[in-house]
């Protein structure tokens, strides 16, 4: 059944992209994430995590002809400040993501999400 206020055709774009280690710097006594701070073997500093966060974003900003996806899948994320981080970027904030996010039991603390337009 299709509300009144909407076109029988409308299409959403749903995408699944998966980020590959998209970790903050901040080491997580509860996780296994030591690699992915300044100290680490990444050497993961706030540069290169802000470099990554600007790198996905634009991604996702040019899917959908540049108004991104209405859904998407994200795995390989350490944790929700990661997602805030991410939809507040100069390419996101202005689309109206919010997110969806599971711990998962991974000792690493690679989680998965979903972000999500709000309207």
Same mark, same amino acid.
């Given at each position: 059944?299709?509300?009144?206020? $909407?076109?029988?055709?409308? /299409? #959403?774009? &749903? *995408?699944?992209?998966?980020?590959e280690n998209l970790f903050d710097t901040v080491d997580d006594v509860n996780v296994d994430d030591a690699e992915f701070t300044p100290s680490g073997k990444s050497n993961w500093t706030? %540069?290169?995590?802000?470099?990554? +966060?600007?790198? @996905? *974003?634009?991604? @996702?900003? *040019?899917?959908? $002809? ?6 998407? !899948? +994200?795995? %390989?994320?350490?944790?929700? =400040?990661? +997602?805030?981080?991410? @939809?507040?970027?100069?390419? +996101?904030? /202005?689309?109206?993501?919010? #997110?969806?996010? %599971? %711990?998962?039991?991974?000792? =690493? !603390? &690679? ?9």
């Amino acid at each position: 059944m299709v509300a009144s206020d $909407q076109s029988p055709h409308q /299409s #959403f774009c &749903i *995408a699944f992209y998966n980020v590959e280690n998209l970790f903050d710097t901040v080491d997580d006594v509860n996780v296994d994430d030591a690699e992915f701070t300044p100290s680490g073997k990444s050497n993961w500093t706030d %540069e290169k995590y802000h470099k990554k +966060l600007n790198n @996905i *974003a634009k991604v @996702i900003h *040019a899917m959908n $002809q540049e108004k991104g996806p209405d859904l998407v !899948g +994200l795995c %390989e994320v350490e944790n929700a =400040r990661v +997602l805030k981080d991410l @939809i507040a970027t100069k390419d +996101l904030k /202005s689309s109206g993501y919010s #997110f969806v996010h %599971e %711990e998962s039991p991974d000792t =690493r !603390g &690679i989680d998965v999400c979903m972000l999500y337009k709000k309207n």
